[in-house]
């Protein structure tokens, strides 16, 4: 399942850090974690498998880069 950027409606997304406010802990409650969009940094709310998948994809790129970077 896709999720999709409210105000531009862009597809790819990172994963964003939790605030420990008020609005955050509630969506927390709601099993939903915070994602950023990536072309204008719209910041919204994701379930935990969608989190999930967007850190493992993060982690994925990062390693590809350091073997990239150690070859060269």
Not at 20 to 49: A, G, K
Request: proline share 1%; hydrophobic share 35%; charged share 30%.
């Amino acid at each position: 399942m896709a999720i999709y950027c409210c105000v531009c409606g862009f597809l790819k997304f990172r994963t964003s850090r939790f605030r420990f406010r008020s609005s955050d802990l509630s969506q927390l409650l709601l099993m939903r974690l915070p994602v950023r969009c990536l072309n204008c940094d719209e910041r919204t709310f994701t379930s935990v498998s969608q989190f999930l998948r967007l850190r493992r994809m993060r982690k994925a790129r990062h390693r590809e880069h350091q073997q990239r970077s150690t070859t060269s």
